[in-house]
């Protein structure tokens, strides 16, 4: 399971599947200064303000997606840089085609019902995205007008070159499917699966050749978790009408999951229950320690602005 530690680390952020505390411990693990995580939200890589507003004026169901020109972007920015060893983002599979150094590839699948729920319940609560656009009145409406409802995991495991694949509305097909499959056994390291988030953890420590546990608190987690008993029967039966090939991915998924589990042999199991033991009380910890860290920040920063303080900061 241990592999090279100076191949790069690709994680496919797949949304709303634990990906932000997955980024949250490959910065602990590689330290925030070698890790790149792309935000399409950033204006400044955009290279004119036409692209900009372009990109502002887009459906809302298209800003997930990385295009030809982000990926370009990235190649000129991020892939020439000597201290890069974990690239993280919404990108699909290919990514690495755009890398001249060898790399370490991973992603995280969730149930799929849960997950579009899940990134429904995020959009509804995050007040600051209504600003761009109404937040839908029910799940059936946000599935309408939303592309990252159709398959999302299978387009984005399925990409080429780093893009998703960016077909219609409905129009998944088996290809995709199969190309999605090969990838996850040909390309991934460790298929990790969201509801089993510890054992994808450890898996991933071997994988990566991480010592220590990385301990980890769970980042950017909706206050309503996706119940599907919540919401209408009609609704929970049309969104997996639009998932059939990422439930069948899911489960494949899971078979490889715990096919590696089992490689892993009986001392995998007393690491894991170890791990749940301790990772609670050295979790919270970690918090505190962020939370701190961060006060101080901002403490140290208002002082810095203070006039009386300020003519003596060329002497420190």
Not at 73 to 79: E, G, N
Not at 136 to 142: F, G, H, I, K, T
Not at 143 to 148: K, Y
Not at 221 to 233: A, D, H, L, N, Y
Request: hydrophobic content about 35%; overall charge positive; charged content about 25%.
């Amino acid at each position: 399971m241990r592999q090279s530690n100076d191949k790069i680390v690709i994680f496919i952020h797949i949304p709303k599947a634990a990906g932000s505390t997955v980024v949250d411990i490959l910065k602990r693990q590689y330290s925030p200064q070698c890790c790149y995580r792309f935000r399409l939200q950033k204006d400044e890589k955009f290279k004119t303000p036409e692209e900009r507003q372009a990109y502002k004026e887009a459906p809302v169901n298209k800003k997930l997606f990385v295009t030809e020109h982000t990926v370009a972007t990235l190649q000129q920015d991020w892939f020439r840089q000597e201290d890069l060893k974990v690239l993280t983002g919404h990108y699909g599979y290919g990514i690495h085609e755009q890398i001249s150094q060898p790399a370490n590839y991973f992603t995280i699948l969730r149930e799929p019902i849960k997950r579009t729920i899940s990134q429904y319940n995020y959009v509804v609560e995050r007040r600051h995205l209504h600003k761009r656009f109404s937040p839908p009145r029910s799940l059936r409406e946000y599935a309408d007008q939303n592309v990252t409802i159709d398959n999302l995991q299978t387009r984005m495991l399925a990409g080429e070159s780093g893009l998703p694949l960016q077909v219609g509305f409905g129009e998944c097909n088996e290809e995709m499917f199969r190309k999605a499959k090969e990838n996850l056994v040909n390309g991934m390291g460790v298929p990790g699966i969201t509801e089993r988030f510890d054992e994808t953890i450890l898996l991933l420590k071997h994988m990566l050749g991480w010592t220590g546990f990385p301990y980890y608190r769970k980042v950017n987690v909706t206050s309503k978790k996706p119940e599907i008993r919540r919401f209408p029967k009609a609704d929970i039966d049309y969104i997996k009408a639009f998932n059939q090939y990422d439930l069948m991915l899911y489960e494949f998924a899971l078979e490889l999951f715990n096919q590696k589990i089992r490689e892993m042999g009986s001392g995998f199991q007393c690491e894991l229950k170890l791990f749940n033991a301790l990772n609670p009380p050295c979790g919270y910890l970690l918090e505190r320690q962020r939370k701190f860290a961060n006060s101080y920040a901002e403490v140290n920063k208002q002082i810095r602005k203070h006039p009386m303080i300020r003519p003596w900061l060329k002497f420190i």
